[in-house]
């Protein structure tokens, strides 16, 4: 497997070898100045634009970069490096349609809080703004999606420029930063030192919480009956997982997970509920409707997670932790708010927090409803059912894999039947839902935990949007097992056109798609196929015992639905349950 550069050497080690003040271009400062900030692998693909910057990785040992076959492919990957290992994400562009074909990877990021310093090229600096030959505003197309954005003029702001982005990338509430660099610039020469300190002036996020603020918090938790904690995206971004069940243990309060926030709270604890919202679990979603007292870590009440606005958490007061102050009250009304970084939060918090003596009957409620309402589906000894071969991908990997999804009913398959244990083992689009995320984002994340089973769970339909990077699994042996639950349908789609739109089905069918098997094949990676459940057991086990690349195509029911399912306008208690019911 094509892994992180062995001659990588260490921050001083860079720090002295670049020490000696020398006139270089800027493509060479852009390496030099990556290599710094520790970054291992870059995913991109080249074009004029930026040429002179991929000049200057030519016969450069200490730079490694992934070839992708698509701009997508490139910062799908970096999206899934930086989840998995809680590094900065880097994936570089050409100009014009190089950079275009970033947005919607840029898009997922920002949603999703991600890190990532997006590099653009563009065209020579007198020609900006004339509608050169691939020429785009990529600075002025991205704004509302990125954290911040550089437009560089001047070759000597380069080294300055790219510390800050990855100091805003990875700081505060975490996010993409994009750096497009003239093709001029990338070709200029001065004298390079490396940058030691970085101030962003204006730029200062919150980190240590108000102590009175935790003090109400601590407060309501002892008058609290039904106290309910809902644990986000930000409890991993932060690392705060440690400290999150610490305080679980110390509170003794029932604990929800969002999509985001799985493996943020091991999911074997007997006070974890599930996850909560749209296809959220009855307890979880219920538990919440009765709470008195809701506390939000690191969330930001997604209508996906709040259902109808108006009747979310009724009867709660609601304590909001979130480093971002503009989520603080934007969605849900607010009555103890804790501006802070998560881990820190916590961390104040676990000093002072006591058990929530009130709610001994609450969470025998909670325990007895967890056993009468689980997850449930109707198994089949004909059909493959695809809760069922998720539950099989998690019994043979023993839940320890990081395991990365595309958008659609397997992704909630998915979240539902792999229960995680472990901090960035999930990877997933939650807030753009992104169709094409979920393979290339397990590329990254393998490259980035090349010691780890990386397991890509993927619909027929999302698969078909980046297949093209099979070709840089076969090309570096990634070893990225790639299941397929095809349905041959766009089965989330499919599912409320029968739910809600009275079984009119509008052009959702994908019988036309390639045949998968085939396909990996074509690009050198090995495929399987199995239709029922000893050929899926067999296939499985075959693909995990290959030391390389390997495609499972599961052929399961097509008219499968993901229940429970709250529609929209509805409140999270109003659930259809399905076969559950």
Partial sequence: MATPSATLKSKEELMEKFSKPEVISGSEILLRSLLLEGVDCVFGYPGGAVLYIYDAMHGNPDF???????????????????????KVGVCIATSGPGATNL???????????????????????????????????????????????????????????????????????????????????SAAKTL??????????????????????????????????????????????????????????????????????LGGFPSGNELWMGMPGMHGTYTANTSIQSADLLINIGARFDDRVTGKLSGFAPKAKIVHIDIDPAEIGKNVPTDIPI???VKTVLTVANRTA??????????????????????SYKDSDTELKPQWVVEMIHQTTNGDAIVTTDVGQHQMWAAQYYNFNKPRSWVTSGGLGTMGFGFPSAIGAQMASPDRVVVSINGDGGMQMCAQELAICAINNIPVKVVILNNQVLGMVRQWQELIHENRFSHIDLAGSPDFVKLAEAYGVKGLRASNKEEARAAWEEALRHPGPAVVEFVVRRDENVYPMVAQGSTIDQMIMGDAE
Avoid: C
Avoid at 147 to 166: C, G, Q, W
Avoid at 238 to 258: C, N, R
Avoid at 357 to 374: G, H, T
């Fill in 64 to 86: 490694n970069h992934v070839l992708t076959r698509h701009e997508q492919g490139a910062i799908h990957a970096a999206d899934g490096y930086a989840r998995a290992s809680g």
């Fill in 103 to 185: 947005v919607t990877g840029i898009a997922t990021a920002y949603m999703d809080s991600v890190p990532l310093v997006v590099i653009t090229g563009n065209v020579i600096s007198s020609l900006i703004g004339s509608d050169a030959f691939q020429e785009a505003d990529i600075t002025g197309i991205t704004m509302p999606i990125t954290k911040h954005s550089y437009l560089v003029r001047e070759v000597e702001d380069l080294p300055r420029v790219i510390h800050e982005a990855f100091h805003i990338a990875n700081t505060g509430r975490k996010g993409p930063v994009l750096i497009d660099i003239p093709k001029d610039v």
């Fill in 192 to 261: 390079f030192k490396p940058v030691t300190e970085i101030n962003v002036r204006g730029y200062n996020p919150t980190v240590n919480p108000n102590k009175l603020q935790v003090d109400k918090m601590i407060k309501a938790i002892q008058e609290a009956e039904r106290p309910v904690i809902l644990a986000g995206g930000g409890v991993v971004y932060s690392g705060a997982h440690e400290e999150l069940l610490e305080f679980v243990t110390k509170t003794d309060i029932p604990i929800t997970t969002t999509l985001l926030g």
């Fill in 339 to 341: 501006v802070g970084d």
């Fill in 354 to 375: 006591v058990r929530a003596e009130k709610a001994d009957a609450w969470r025998a409620q909670i325990q007895a409803s967890k056993k009468q309402y689980p997850f």
